[in-house]
Nanobody, 124 residues
Framework: QVQLVESVGGTVQAGGSLRLACAAS????????MAWFRQGPGKEREFVAA????????DYADSVKGRYTISRDNAKNTVYLQMNSLKPEDTAVYSC?????????????????WGQGTQVTVSS
């Protein structure tokens, strides 16, 4: 069984930065693709970013491309989301997710394991 625990989010001013971490409690961290999704107030959950097992392939939603960076440290069983140039519309509950295969996708239904989510609030 895979358990995912996100770091605490927080509140940041527009233009600021924040880094989220997601630790997986498994003996082996892979080979699994990992992703971040978010759900803003009154919105459906949406794809943010994904990374394959080796870290060599990443994918980003257009809304965060150039501002967010997803990375992973397989030795620490952890995936990160560095968020820069944050905007009020980035305010959401961010959740990390894991697949049971290495290939990344954007579909939330393709991810079998989920963290509990962490709140990120960007003030204007």
């Amino acid at each position: 069984q895979v358990q995912l625990v996100e770091s605490v989010g927080g509140t940041v001013q527009a233009g600021g930065s924040l880094r989220l971490a997601c630790a997986a409690s498994v003996r082996t961290f892979g080979p699994r693709a990992m992703a971040w999704f978010r759900q803003g107030p009154g919105k459906e959950r949406e794809f943010v970013a994904a990374i394959n097992w080796s870290g060599g392939t990443t994918d980003y939603a257009d809304s965060v491309k150039g501002r967010y960076t997803i990375s992973r440290d397989n030795a620490k069983n952890t995936v990160y989301l560095q968020m820069n140039s944050l905007k009020p519309e980035d305010t959401a509950v961010y959740s990390c997710a894991a697949r049971i295969v290495p290939k990344i996708t954007r579909g939330s239904s393709d991810y079998a394991y989920w963290g509990q989510g962490t709140q990120v609030t960007v003030s204007s």
